[in-house]
Nanobody
Framework: QEQLVESGGGLAQPGGSLRLSCTAS??????????MSWYRQAPGLKRELVAT????????NYPRSVQGRFTISIDNANNTVYLQMNNLKPEDTAVYYC?????????WGQGNQVTVSS
């Protein structure tokens, strides 16, 4: 059974760093055949695409607000995708979700709260 399990997150001060992890299991071919993304959803707002790592090896950050601060990366050996978040700001506060796309199917992690506050 395909599954995405997230870890990391929590509370950080403005200017601090956090790293989110998402481990994929049950996928034939492992994480290297998946397009992996991180989304976030703040209270009262729509879910927002933050970063994508395609199965072709391309990494893309979408909102200008995270460019230069967030980095998505893949560890193929451990079937894990990471989101390194630096210089965090209060507006980064949200629930962060891991997403995998394989063929026409979407898979989601359980979500992880990230709170940036002094």
């Amino acid at each position: 059974q395909e599954q995405l399990v997230e870890s990391g997150g929590g509370l950080a001060q403005p200017g601090g760093s956090l790293r989110l992890s998402c481990t994929a299991s049950g996928f034939t071919g492992g994480i290297s055949v998946l397009t992996m993304s991180w989304y976030r959803q703040a209270p009262g707002l729509k879910r927002e695409l933050v970063a994508t790592h395609t199965k072709f090896g391309h990494a893309v950050n979408y909102p200008r607000s995270v460019q230069g601060r967030f980095t998505i990366s893949i560890d193929n050996a451990n079937n894990t995708v990471y989101l390194q978040m630096n210089n965090l700001k209060p507006e980064d506060t949200a629930v962060y979700y891991c997403n995998a796309i394989k063929d026409a199917w979407n898979y989601w992690g359980q979500g992880n709260q990230v709170t940036v506050s002094s």
